[in-house]
């Protein structure tokens, strides 16, 4: 089994900044992509950003130059760094891990329980 954390969330000022962290935890052979979604009252969830375990980013477009996602790989664990922050950022944000088993030839999607961000003044 793999448990996802996150810590980070909370309330911030338009522009200002914010940074996410996720650790995974338990058994696994290996992680593959680790990455962040939001979800928005009434919207669907979306991908705010994505590293994988060679280091390759993508964001959405919306958050591009605003956002930095970065891996420690040796942790487990997957940062967010959000600066210039806006009100529309707002959302659930869910870390997000595809995780290769031992004893299963594919990888399995994992999921934190989400942590808010507020952006308002």
């Known amino acids: 089994q793999v448990q996802l954390v996150e810590s980070g969330g909370g309330l911030v000022q338009p522009g200002g900044s914010l940074g996410l962290s996720c650790a995974a935890s338990?058994?696994?052979?290996?992680?593959?992509?680790m990455g962040w979604y939001r979800q928005a009252p009434g919207k669907q969830r979306e991908l705010v950003a994505r590293v994988t375990s060679g280091g390759s980013t993508n964001y959405a477009d919306s958050v591009k130059g605003r956002f930095t996602i970065s891996r420690d790989n040796a942790k487990n664990t997957v940062y967010l760094q959000m600066n210039s922050l806006k009100p529309e950022d707002t959302a659930v944000y869910y870390c997000n891990a595809d995780v290769r088993p031992r004893t299963f030839n594919s990888w399995i999607p994992y999921w934190g329980q989400g942590t808010q961000v507020t952006v308002s003044s």
């Open positions: 338990g058994s696994f052979f290996s992680i593959n992509a």
